[in-house]
């Protein structure tokens, strides 16, 4: 299960989708539904949010916003705790996330899933990499707010 805190828009095809698919699996993890997966470190910065089942719905709506922006249809209804309609704006679905509390991630933490991207993008979407973020710290998706950090403790990779 890979919950990626980089933006959205800097996976690629699989990755998106594949985010999607662990993302809606950590859902029902969070909200009891499933036996499996249940001690997953990806889990922990969810857990520890005051309210993990909106947060995990706003972590999939970015994903689900970005699937619609390149025209992919993921379906919202699987959200279970999506964020409020008034809250959504067609030209900045982050602004839904204005009520929402903000998670950490450490700087360090978002260099490594760059240069862990930047290995799956070179074997399966080498056509991406121009542009991609090398040195920088890449943007977090909009549900995460960067603190300076080394690489998070729940990372198993």
Not at 10 to 34: F, K, M, P, Y
Not at 37 to 63: K, N, V
Not at 93 to 115: H, I, K, N, Y
């Amino acid at each position: 299960m890979r919950l990626w805190s980089l933006h959205p828009a800097l996976l690629d095809r699989q990755g998106l989708i594949a985010c999607w698919r662990e993302s809606l699996l950590a859902q029902a993890v969070l909200l009891g539904r499933t036996r499996g997966y249940t001690r997953h470190p990806q889990l922990e910065r969810f857990r520890e949010h005051s309210e993990p089942g909106p947060a995990i719905g706003a972590y999939l709506a970015q994903l689900h916003a970005e699937a619609q922006r390149r025209g992919y249809r993921f379906d919202a209804a699987r959200i279970a705790h999506p964020p409020a309609p008034s809250e959504l704006m067609r030209d900045d679905p982050s602004a839904a996330l204005s009520a929402m509390p903000q998670m950490s991630v450490t700087s360090g933490q978002l260099a490594f899933e760059r240069d862990h991207l930047h290995t799956k993008l070179a074997q399966r979407s080498p056509h991406l990499l121009d542009g991609f973020p090398q040195d920088a710290v890449p943007a977090a998706h909009p549900l995460f707010r960067v603190v300076e950090g080394d690489v998070e403790p729940w990372e198993r990779a």
